[in-house]
């Protein structure tokens, strides 16, 4: 189960990075149309795009920041357990 756990994890963490990245290079390309000379309307859809690609930015960056809290709940989770068990198991031994 842990193991599935991880695997997930990872999967997630990757999808994050990559979305985190490629929203970082629509952002760039964005920033190219918008200095380039002429057409107004191209100009406001890179506009949008631009905002959309740092509002991706950002909510890849806070999911990034759960994935870590969850990390630290489930440490803190086995840590707990473990601290049990080892209390149960020395109740259990006499």
Same mark, same amino acid.
């Given at each position: #189960? +842990? %193991? #599935?756990?991880? &695997?997930?994890? @990872?999967?997630?963490?990757?999808?994050?990075?990559? /979305?985190?990245?490629? %929203?970082?290079?629509?952002?760039?390309? %964005?920033?190219?149309? /918008? !200095?380039?000379?002429? &057409?107004? &309307?191209?100009? @406001? !859809?890179? $506009?949008?795009? *631009?905002?959309?690609?740092?509002?991706?930015?950002?909510?890849?960056?806070?999911?990034? !920041?759960? /994935?870590? *809290?969850?990390?630290? /709940?489930? *440490?803190?989770?086995? %840590? !707990?357990?473990?601290? $049990? #068990?080892?209390?149960? #198991? *020395? @109740?259990?031994? +006499?």
């Amino acid at each position: #189960m +842990r %193991a #599935m756990e991880e &695997n997930v994890e @990872k999967t997630a963490e990757v999808a994050i990075e990559t /979305i985190e990245k490629a %929203a970082d290079v629509v952002d760039k390309l %964005a920033d190219e149309v /918008i !200095a380039f000379p002429g &057409n107004e &309307n191209l100009k @406001k !859809a890179a $506009f949008r795009i *631009k905002a959309i690609a740092e509002e991706i930015e950002k909510d890849a960056e806070e999911a990034e !920041a759960l /994935i870590h *809290k969850v990390e630290e /709940i489930e *440490k803190e989770v086995d %840590a !707990a357990v473990d601290t $049990f #068990m080892g209390k149960g #198991m *020395k @109740k259990g031994s +006499r």
